[in-house]
Each structure stands twice: as structure tokens, then as C-alpha cells.
């Protein structure tokens, strides 16, 4: 239902044939981006926030740190799920099973360094880890890859708890290659990844062979998640993504149902072109599914996708700052913002479907043609965007 709220960017009724390129769509306050996105995905089960520019915009990292806590605190989401590393975030969970402390740095380190670095993200991670340890919001990652900068737990300590099962020599082995694996020295092929899933195989007979338990649950997880990341060692781009999607899907999947409560109201946290209904306009998507795609499939309008963007502004890559070019006569930018003068505007999806396709740059700095509203329930677009805030103590 949440797509038939009627659209915050208004245009007149004596406009309704103008061409759609021509209507008026940034019509509303600066304040009202923040209101109109949350009216978009305030009755959702799931929503999705994306954003651009390879995860290196300020401005957008802020507002969305921001809109995670109005969508908990004014709306009911009790859950977040990050585009990040399963396994940091299901040893916090074993923790807190077992009444140990979490703290603060393990939240940031879960989240990963993608984000955690930022000064925008701070003041989230605080409040995320806050309400972790008081039992009102829950924490997922659902990525399976190995080898985030920092990681408190998946880059040294479990390797070393699953490898330990195996004791003696194997232990040994299996730990030096998992090492190896995580990176980046061990090779691709697959007579290269071979003793490594010989390592994998021989961890799972041992923990399959241990009694029911929470952490025998947490061994097989990590396991299936590492195997699904060897597996994909070697293939080619469009393979890999399309691998890398869906076990994104099924790690989602595992911790609404074995983490979670019952009727979990989901946020999700990640890129664009992962969190949209389809990325098909996306060059490296165009025959491949998203993590988007499945949760599109199995909840059609009870999730709502968010999209960012920019007109012009800046953005980090490499640890510098660098200009982004601006936004073309004729964008979607340029026709959410128009003449006006405001700093930034949300198009909701009757503005979107009005709007047709045309280019925009929402899933990355390039600017590809879209029909948006196919893509995306609604899109905050920014006048100007900056680099984030690094601080040198994270």
C-alpha cells in the first residue's frame, strides 16, 4: 500500500499533461526529504537503503545514519542487516548467548570498514551497540566474504577456533591456509582452493559429530558461508556476482529464521545496486540477479527500496577526496531539482514512474538510463554531496 501515499513532490492539476521531464518535481522544503523517505518505508516489513559512489559519499551515509534511527524508534524496525561479513556479527550473537560482554569496537568492526571509518556513521554504531546489549534491536551481516580490514573475529579468531577443532598437525595446516585465503596469497584455481575445502570438509565432520548446541549452529553457518566464498574463487565476474547474490539471500534468510523473533521488521544496509528491485540497467547486473531481485520476489510491496544521489559534489576513493562530474541537462538529478534552489529533495515513486526513464547516477558515480521507478520506491537526491569525514582514530 505504501505506493499509493500520495507523492510529497506535488505538481498541479493544471499541469497533468505536461511532459513528465517538465513537471514540477521539487516542490517541497529541505526538511521534507527526511519525512517523505520515512513515509516510503515506514509500513514496510523490509527496507532496503542503498547508496551510491562505491560506498564513499558523506552526505548520504549521514542521512541514512539518521533514518535508521527514526525508522526504529517512529516506525517499529527491531533489526538491522548489513552488506557486510556474517561472521563478525554471529560471533556477537554467540557472545550475548552466553551473557559476554559486546562492546562498542565489536559493533564498529562488524559493520566493517567500508563505513566504520566515517565520522558520519559514529554516532549510529554507539546507539547500534547500545541497543544490541539491551535486547531491542538485533544485528545481521549477510555477506559471506573473508577478509575485512579490522575484523575482531573472522580474520584471526575464527579460523583459528575452526581450524583448533581439528588439533595437531591439521590444525596447523588448515590454519595456515585459511590465512592464506583471507589475504588474499592463496591462488584461485581450483587445484589451488583444493586443500583448503579439504580443511572445510574435514571441520564439518567434526562439528556435525558435536551435540546440539548454539555454537555448533555458529560453526556450521561460518562453514557453509566460507565454502560458498571458496566456491567462488576463480569464476568470472558475472558468475561471481550472481553467486555472491543469492548466498547474500540465503544468509538474510537464516537470520530471520534462526536469529531473529518472529515478525522481525528488517533494515537493510548496503549499495544500490544490491538493495533495488532490479539492477538490470546496472552494465555488470544486466543478466544476473541482486539480493534486491529475491527479496523484490518473495515480498513484492511489503519492502521499500532508497536510493541516493547527487547533482554534483564529492566523494572518497582511495583515501583521497575527488570531484564528481556534474549532473547532465536532463538526469534524473537535474529534474528532481530543477530551478530551484533547494539543497536536496526526495522523489517518491508516483514522481519516479511520471519522470519515465532517463539517465541517473543511483547506482554509481556513471550514469546509466533507467526506468527508476522499476529500480527504486523512491530517491533522495542531493544538490551537492561531500566526502565523508575520516576520523584517524578509527
Request: aromatic letters at 8%.
Amino acid at each position: 500500500m505504501h505506493r499509493l501515499l500520495l507523492s510529497i513532490v506535488i505538481a498541479a492539476a493544471a499541469t497533468s499533461c505536461a511532459e513528465p521531464s517538465r513537471l514540477p518535481l521539487a516542490a517541497t522544503p529541505p526538511a521534507d526529504a527526511m519525512s517523505g523517505a520515512i513515509r516510503g518505508l515506514c509500513a514496510s516489513d523490509v527496507a532496503l537503503l542503498g547508496e551510491g559512489a562505491n560506498h564513499a559519499d558523506g552526505r548520504s551515509l549521514a542521512f541514512k545514519a539518521a533514518l535508521v534511527r527514526r525508522l526504529v524508534d517512529e516506525c517499529g524496525f527491531d533489526a538491522v542487516v548489513f552488506e557486510a561479513g556474517s561472521y563478525d556479527f554471529l560471533e556477537m550473537d554467540r557472545r550475548l548467548r552466553r551473557g559476554e560482554p559486546v562492546t562498542r569496537d565489536m559493533v564498529s568492526s562488524a559493520v566493517g570498514g567500508l563505513w566504520n571509518r566515517n565520522e558520519e556513521i559514529q554516532p549510529l554504531i554507539t546507539w547500534m551497540h547500545d541497543s544490541l546489549v539491551a535486547g531491542r534491536l538485533r544485528l545481521g551481516g549477510m555477506d559471506d566474504q573473508l577478509g575485512s580490514a579490522g575484523a575482531f573475529s573472522s580474520i584471526s579468531e575464527m579460523p583459528a577456533e575452526l581450524s583448533g577443532l581439528l588439533g595437531g598437525e591439521r590444525d596447523e595446516a588448515c590454519r595456515g591456509l585459511f590465512r592464506q585465503q583471507i589475504y588474499g596469497q592463496l591462488g584461485p584455481s581450483a587445484e589451488e582452493q583444493a586443500p583448503l575445502r579439504t580443511c572445510l570438509v574435514d571441520i564439518q565432520t567434526v562439528v556435525q559429530a558435536m551435540p546440539a548446541s548454539a555454537d555448533r549452529d555458529a560453526h556450521l553457518q561460518n562453514l557453509d558461508n566460507i565454502g560458498r566464498f571458496v566456491s567462488r574463487q576463480g569464476m568470472d565476474t558475472t558468475a561471481y556476482i550472481e553467486g555472491r547474490s543469492h548466498s547474500m539471500w540465503r544468509n538474510y534468510q537464516w537470520w530471520l529464521a534462526e536469529r531473529f523473533p518472529q515478525g522481525s521488521r528488517v533494515i537493510v544496509w548496503g549499495a544500490t545496486v544490491h538493495l533495488s528491485r532490479s539492477a538490470r540497467a546496472h552494465p555488470r547486473f544486466a543478466t544476473v540477479a541482486n539480493f534486491g531481485s529475491y527479496i523484490d520476489r518473495t515480498y513484492g510491496d511489503r519492502a521499500s527500496f532508497l536510493g541516493f544521489s547527487a547533482a554534483s559534489g564529492a566523494y572518497m576513493e582511495g583515501g583521497q577526496v575527488r570531484e564528481r562530474a556534474p549532473a547532465a541537462s536532463g538526469s534524473l538529478e537535474a529534474a528532481a531539482l530543477g530551478d530551484t534552489a533547494l539543497d536536496l529533495t526526495y522523489l517518491d515513486h508516483a514522481a519516479l514512474r511520471r519522470l519515465g526513464a532517463l539517465p541517473g547516477a543511483v547506482f554509481s558515480r556513471e550514469p546509466v538510463v533507467a526506468r527508476w521507478s522499476d529500480v527504486v520506491d523512491g530517491v533522495v537526491v542531493f544538490r551537492e554531496e561531500r566526502a565523508p569525514s575520516r576520523s584517524p582514530a578509527r
